[in-house]
């Protein structure tokens, strides 16, 4: 009874406390919530996002111009090509940003310049640059940290990229008449003769050979030379469409500058290799052998052509087509000499037959190619793109026929 009796005066002593402390509790809890209330009052309206800089620092970076750009250095582009320019670094970001968020090119300035660039061993070559600066504008969601992420990914791709200005010796415009063959064939695309591309079209850096170092593996891969059309549709059909087209025409109704087809006939064959092929062959193995072969086999002074003596028989790899054949044979001639050369390599044929293992060759190395169906032009597209672009052609046309 006396134990009950203390419990119940002890209780009687702290009562008073508890409650105060509660209520204590109470009053700062609603303190709280009064004064979080209150913050988005005080604080501006405008979110995390729009607090960040949505515009870079100005960037500097020297850019590849390509090789048929004429302007002189100390050049300031001027609005249309600034413009070329920005589109062109605006597609090679766009390409590869979407993991960060989008961000768009903004250029300042934009100016030609020469530098100079190291080639192989001791030589130094003098190259037109462009020296621009821009901005990069930010997504409104772009964090700091995906900011820095973007002007990283930029520097990287503007780096090997090539840009291509407006000429001021354009080949030809679509309203000049010319007879020169070589702006002609600029235009005939896939059927044009072949020429070289500039050495920086896959947007590789030539940054020579350091020294103490050497060549000790070459791989080329090498298209056939010219040939005349296959029968594709884009190719030698359409060519031939308009040889029977011209056939089925009152020819007579030809006059002027078109009255050569009063008598003319189509002379092409069918995907053969031309001479002209035979040749472009022998010269890519010629420049092969002075570009690469002479340090790769550390050929003498004086030394002209390939030597076999005490070295491996190098793999020349081919199909069985009969123009990537003869291509070969006029790539192996310029390359190890115009005298019996094919002891001197081997030569391995590929089939091009369906089931084949052909590397060569995209369609057979890569099954998924024609997954789900065969990959067609589409003519109705394609017709629809030529006839106003070349409207003012045909109206020209036009005028030499009755």
């Known amino acids: 009874m006396k134990a009950l009796s203390n419990t119940v005066r002890s209780w009687e002593y702290t009562n008073p406390l508890i409650l105060m402390c509660c209520f204590g509790l109470i009053l700062f809890l609603l303190g709280s919530t009064i004064v979080l209330s209150l913050i988005p009052t005080y604080l501006p309206t405008r979110s995390f996002y729009e607090a960040l800089s949505p515009t870079s620092k100005p960037q500097n970076i020297l850019l590849q111009l390509s ?17 070329m320019v920005q589109n062109q670094m605006q597609k090679a970001l766009s390409s590869d940003q979407t993991a960060f968020g989008s961000s768009t090119i903004r250029i300042v300035n934009a100016t030609v310049t020469t530098f100079s660039r190291r080639k192989r061993r001791q030589t130094n070559t003098a190259n037109n640059g462009l020296n621009v600066i821009y901005e990069l504008v930010f997504h409104r969601t772009c964090t700091i940290r995906c900011q820095i992420k973007i002007l990283i990914l930029a520097r990287t791709k503007f780096v090997s990229l090539l840009i291509t200005l407006q000429s001021s010796t354009s080949p030809i415009s679509d309203d000049e008449i010319t007879g020169d063959i070589t702006k002609i064939s600029e235009y005939w695309a896939n059927i044009r003769s ?12 030539d940054t020579g050979l350091p020294d103490e170092c050497q060549v000790e593996q070459v791989h080329i891969l090498h298209r056939h030379g010219s040939r005349y059309p296959t029968s594709a549709a884009f190719d030698g059909e359409n060519i031939q469409n308009f040889a029977t087209k011209i056939l089925s025409t009152n020819r007579n109704s030809f006059q002027g500058q078109l009255s050569f087809l009063k008598t003319w006939s189509l002379q092409l064959g069918e995907e053969l290799l031309v001479p002209s092929g035979a040749a472009d062959g022998y010269k890519s193995g010629v420049n092969f052998w002075n570009e690469y072969g002479r340090i790769l086999y550390n050929a003498q002074p004086g030394q002209p052509y390939y030597n076999a003596t005490n070295q491996i028989k190098p793999l020349v790899r081919t199909s069985n087509v009969q123009r990537n054949y003869e291509t070969v044979l006029a790539w192996t001639s310029g390359f190890f000499g115009p005298y019996n050369t094919t002891d001197k390599y081997s030569l391995l044929k590929l089939s091009y037959d369906d089931g084949g293992n052909n590397t060569l060759n995209g369609a057979l190395a890569c099954r998924n190619l024609y997954i789900p169906s065969d990959i067609n032009l589409d003519a109705d597209d394609l017709y629809a793109y030529l006839a106003p672009v070349l409207a003012n052609a045909a109206n020209r046309f036009s005028s030499y026929t009755n």
Do not use: A, E, R, W
Request: aromatic content about 6%; charged content about 10%.
């Open 67 to 83: 090789s048929n750009t004429n302007l002189l250095s100390g050049t300031t582009l001027d609005i249309s090509n600034q413009n």
């Open 194 to 205: 072949y020429k070289d591309n500039v050495p920086t079209v896959f947007g590789v850096l």
